[in-house]
């Protein structure tokens, strides 16, 4: 059965900084791109970033770049998002995913081309 597990949410001052973490179990960790929704009060879930199967590619939404990063751990099996410069309107639930289907290079991570995803964390910037 496949996991994926988030933590590290929680309620920050704007400005602050977040780790988030997303261990993943039951699947081959080195196949699967990676990435990182969020969803906000009221709106749609957007990717926010992403990270190939060889953790050699990856994606930022514009408006993260330069404050956010993704990392991955083959050997732990971990997925990262080192979230600085927090802003409140990034504020939102934040999700793991993992896809088989995003090809090499790819900037795209679509929704409906995940196969997996956690439950979500909580991430509150309080300005």
């Known amino acids: 059965q496949v996991q994926l597990v988030e933590s590290g949410g929680g309620l920050v001052q704007a400005g602050g900084s977040l780790r988030l973490s997303c261990a993943a179990s039951?699947?081959?960790?080195?196949?699967?791109?990676m990435a990182w929704f969020r969803q906000a009060p009221g709106k749609e879930r957007e990717v926010v970033a992403g990270?190939?199967?060889?953790?050699?590619?990856?994606y930022s939404l514009d408006s993260v770049k330069g404050r956010f990063g993704i990392s991955g751990d083959n050997a732990k099996a971990t997925v990262y998002l080192q979230m600085n410069s927090l802003k409140p309107e990034d504020t939102a639930v934040y999700y793991c995913?993992?896809?088989?289907?995003?090809?090499?290079?790819?900037?795209?991570?679509?929704?409906?081309?995940?196969?997996?995803w956690g439950k979500g964390t909580l991430v509150t910037v309080s300005s």
């Open positions: 995913a993992a896809s088989s289907n995003i090809p090499y290079g790819s900037n795209r991570y679509p929704e409906a081309g995940m196969d997996y």
């Open positions: 990270i190939s199967w060889s953790g050699d590619s990856t």
């Open positions: 039951g699947l081959t960790f080195s196949n699967y791109a």
